[in-house]
């Protein structure tokens, strides 16, 4: 089992930057493949950008791409996500999300194959 706790959320102006990490405990993280989700008020969970079990691999919502950069340190145990340019849009609370994999390149961009989620961290982006 992972227990996942996000941070680095809060209230940034249109164009600013963020970058939430996500703090993995328990099991190995290295287990995991890994995912960033988003859910705005009065909408369903989006999802956002993974990454692979060792970092090798990436997959991003195309809305996100060049904005949106993920990354992991599996040393520490942490995930990451830079988020740039940002826009009233992005505000919502962000997710991350563990997902036990044999694969070594596995990504995924769906809810349902994440077993472990974090609690949430909110991003507020005034105009």
């Known amino acids: 089992q992972v227990q996942l706790v996000e941070s680095g959320g809060g209230l940034v102006q249109a164009g600013g930057s963020l970058r939430l990490s996500c703090a993995a405990s328990g099991r190995t993280f290295s287990s995991y493949a890994m995912g960033w989700f988003r859910q705005a008020l009065g909408k369903e969970r989006e999802f956002l950008a993974a990454?692979?079990?060792?970092?090798?691999?990436?997959f991003y919502a195309d809305s996100m791409k060049g904005r949106f950069t993920i990354s992991r340190d599996n040393a520490k145990s942490t995930m990451y996500l830079q988020m740039n340019s940002l826009k009233p849009e992005d505000t919502a609370v962000y997710y991350c999300?563990?997902?036990?994999?044999?694969?070594?390149?596995?990504?995924?961009?769906?809810?349902?194959?994440?077993?472990?989620w974090g609690q949430g961290t909110q991003v507020t982006v005034s105009s």
């Open positions: 999300a563990a997902h036990l994999s044999g694969s070594y390149y596995d990504t995924s961009p769906y809810v349902y194959d994440y077993g472990h």
């Open positions: 990454i692979s079990r060792t970092g090798g691999n990436t």
